[in-house]
C-alpha cells in the first residue's frame, strides 16, 4: 500500500485540512480527510476493470461545510439519544439537542466536525482526538483513536480505540454514503443483511426498546433483495431506509453483516463488524445537491451501513451498554471489502 498527503483545504479559522491518499496493487484508490476522518474518495474497479467512485463526496472542502456527517465518523455517540438526555450512576445527564429535543451524532459539534491529528504509517493513516470533558454534555476526557487502512484484499477497514477518565458513552461510526455505480440512485443495489431481527422506533426515530423478527416485513434482506423492490413492497417504507437491525452473531471478531451487489458493473461490497448492530440509511435527505463533479445527489443517491450499537441504548438498559468506563479500552472494527464480480 502507497501513501500520500497532500493539502485539501483550509477551515475558516485558518486550520489545515489535510488529504491522505491510500492505494493498493489492485486499483483500489482511497482519499481520507482529516475533518472528521472522512472517506472522501473510494475508487474501485468493476468486473472489466474500469473504476468509479464509490463513495459520495465534494471536490472542495466547503462542500463538507455545508452538509453534515457525509462519509465521517460520528461520536462520541453516534445516532440517538432521546430527550438529550440520560442516567448514568444515578445522576441525569443532559446533553446537547440538535435534533428537535434529541441528540444525533454527538451534538451540535461531532466528532465529524473536528479536525483530527493525522499520521501515516506502514498499515494505514492513524487519526487521533480528544474530546474534552463536557464538551456536547458528555462527562470525562475521551482519548480516541481511529486507524483506516487499505489492505491487498481490497478491505478498507476502520479500528475504532478509546480511553476515558470518567463513566461515559461511546458509540463510534462510519457514516459513509456508498453507490456501487458511481452514480444515479441506489435502489437496483441487491442488498443482503445478516440480521433476523430488528429494533422498532417511534415517529421521531427512537427505539420502543423492543426487538423484533424483520420476518414479512419491508426490513427482511436475510435473503438478497433489491432495495427499491421492498420500499414498492411495503408502502410504510417508501421514503427510505433509517433503520437499525440486529447483527446475527455480533461480538469480539468481525462477522458479516451485509452484503451489497450491484448487477450493472458488478462490483460487490461486504460490511463486516464487531459491532451488535448495523444502521441501514438511503439518504433520504438528499435533495438534489452538488457532488464530486458537479455530480446532483438526490434523493436515494446512495446508501449508508453504519456499525454501531443499537440507537439510543443509554436510555435502554435492555441493549447492550455502551457505557465505557476509566482502565476500560473501547475496540471496535469496521471492514468494507470489495469484490469483482465476473459478469
Known amino acids: 500500500m502507497k501513501i500520500q498527503k497532500s493539502l485539501f483545504g483550509t477551515m475558516p479559522d485558518g486550520a489545515a485540512v489535510e488529504q491522505f491518499t491510500l492505494s493498493n496493487g489492485n486499483g483500489v484508490v482511497c482519499q481520507l480527510l482529516n475533518y472528521g476522518v472522512r472517506i472522501a474518495s473510494l475508487r474501485v474497479p468493476d468486473a472489466k476493470g474500469n473504476p ?11 462542500g463538507y461545510l455545508q452538509n453534515d456527517y457525509i462519509s465521517a465518523v460520528c461520536g462520541r455517540v ?13 445522576k441525569t445527564i443532559k446533553v446537547s439537542a440538535n435534533e428537535g429535543e434529541n441528540q444525533l451524532h454527538g451534538g451540535k459539534c461531532g466528532f465529524d466536525k ?17 474530546s474534552p470533558d463536557g464538551e456536547e454534555g458528555f462527562p470525562g476526557n475521551l482519548n480516541v483513536k481511529v486507524i483506516v487502512a487499505l489492505t491487498d484484499a481490497d478491505e478498507l477497514r476502520l479500528d475504532f480505540t478509546a480511553i476515558t ?6 458509540n463510534l461510526t462510519s457514516h459513509a454514503y456508498f453507490n456501487l455505480a458511481g452514480r444515479g440512485n441506489v435502489l437496483d443495489h ?9 429494533t422498532p422506533v417511534d415517529s421521531h426515530l427512537l427505539p420502543t426498546g423492543e426487538i423484533k423478527s424483520v420476518r414479512g416485513t419491508g426490513l427482511d434482506f436475510t435473503t438478497p433483495k433489491a432495495i427499491g423492490s421492498q420500499m414498492k413492497k ?3 417504507i417508501v421514503s427510505g431506509y433509517d433503520h ?8 469480539k471478531s468481525p462477522v458479516l453483516a451485509a452484503r451489497v451487489r450491484e448487477p450493472i458493473s458488478g462490483r460487490i461490497m461486504e460490511t463486516w463488524t464487531t459491532q451488535p448492530g448495523v444502521q441501514l440509511y438511503t439518504a433520504n435527505h438528499f435533495d438534489g445537491f452538488a457532488g464530486r463533479g458537479g455530480a446532483r445527489c438526490e434523493k436515494f443517491g446512495g446508501f449508508c451501513l453504519e456499525t454501531q450499537h443499537f440507537p439510543d441504548s443509554v436510555n435502554h438498559p435492555g441493549f447492550p451498554s455502551v457505557i465505557l468506563r476509566p482502565g476500560e479500552t473501547y475496540r471496535q472494527t469496521c ?3 470489495f469484490i469483482h464480480e465476473r459478469l
Not at 473536528?114 to 480528544?130: D, L, N, S
Not at 437499525?244 to 461480538?251: L, P, T
Request: contains cysteine; hydrophobic residues 45%.
Open 52 to 62: 468509479a467512485d464509490v463513495v459520495v463526496g465534494f471536490d472542495h472542502l466547503d
Open 190 to 198: 441487491e442488498l443482503m443483511l445478516a440480521a433476523d431481527f430488528y
Open 165 to 170: 477518565d470518567k463513566p461515559t458513552p461511546v
Open 244 to 251: 437499525n437491525f440486529v447483527v446475527n452473531g455480533g461480538g
Open 78 to 90: 453516534a445516532n440517538r439519544i432521546g430527550g438529550a438526555k440520560f442516567s448514568l450512576d444515578g
Open 335 to 337: 471492514i468494507y471489502k
Open 234 to 236: 411495503f408502502p410504510e
Open 114 to 130: 473536528k479536525i483530527w491529528r493525522a499520521e501515516a504509517g506502514q498499515i494505514g493513516v492513524e487519526f487521533a482526538c480528544v
